[in-house]
């Protein structure tokens, strides 16, 4: 039977300098993980990268951090490479990148639209093939998406629209992979308490949104908290390997599907 344990891992962090992949980062270092690498996007989160490395080194593990923009395949090529010459090749992958953009559609440009696509699918896709070349048999792979896949909603057509392609590349890969024993899942929270959600809503929609979720009332903002969401991923990287070409939406009744 395979070791589906995080203890003695090597894991790789689309996203890990802050909000939710930040924790995440921490939070695998803090299990057990014997190496973890925290990617970032540009220098604006240097700082918090290094920050995440200094609390994953206080864990226990080794860390590193790589900045890359993933919205080319060489790019995402080139961040594996450098992870795996740092600390390894990588038993789990968590891709969290992601953009959004609260617009009408009939105002949404042709750069605008672009930017998504390459933020959202382009990058996701090509993680997920470059995982499936090198992520360890019996490892794991995660995507983050968005509980909106689960909602039919205005103003988010190229936010939704641009992480839906992502449930399929879950299914195929979790389909391809398979015979490798790589589980491969994707997991949408709902709108989160972080920096990354408040920008694109005006106060009426943060004041809707916080009362939204089933569960809202049980919560602090009635928002979904990355502590929340967590337990989760972690259970999906380790014992929950049997789950595999899924779509989870953790929310607290924000949306399902």
């Known amino acids: ?92 992958a968590i891709n969290t990148v992601g953009k959004v953009l609260k617009k009408p559609l009939v105002e949404i440009s042709e750069a605008e639209y672009d930017e998504m696509t390459a933020v959202n699918s382009k990058s996701a896709f090509f993680f997920l093939k470059e995982a499936g070349k090198h992520v360890n048999d019996n490892g794991k792979v995660c995507t983050l998406v968005t509980s909106l896949l689960g909602a039919f909603t205005p103003f988010y057509a190229a936010y939704a629209g641009t992480k839906a392609p992502v449930e399929h590349f879950t299914r195929a890969a979790a389909k391809e992979f398979g015979a490798r024993g790589i589980s491969v899942t994707a997991v949408g929270p709902g709108p989160m308490d972080t920096p990354f959600f408040y920008p694109a809503e005006g106060a009426d929609a943060v004041a809707y949104h916080k009362t939204a979720a089933a569960l809202s009332p049980f919560t602090p903002t009635g928002l979904t908290h990355i502590e929340d969401v967590v337990p989760f991923i972690r259970h999906l990287v380790s014992d929950g390997w049997w789950i595999t070409g899924q779509t989870l939406l953790i929310n607290g009744g924000y949306t399902t599907k």
């Open 1 to 92: 039977m395979a070791d589906h344990s995080i203890r003695g891992k090597v894991a790789l962090i689309a996203g890990g300098a802050k909000n939710l992949g930040g924790l995440i980062a921490r939070d695998l270092a803090e299990q057990g993980a014997k190496a973890v690498v925290v990617h970032y996007n540009s220098a604006s989160s240097k700082a918090e990268a290094d920050a995440t490395v200094a609390a994953i080194e206080k864990a226990g593990a080794k860390a590193v951090a790589i900045q890359a923009d993933l919205t080319t395949a060489g790019a995402v090529e080139s961040l594996f490479a450098q992870a795996i010459a740092a600390v390894g090749r990588p038993d789990i």
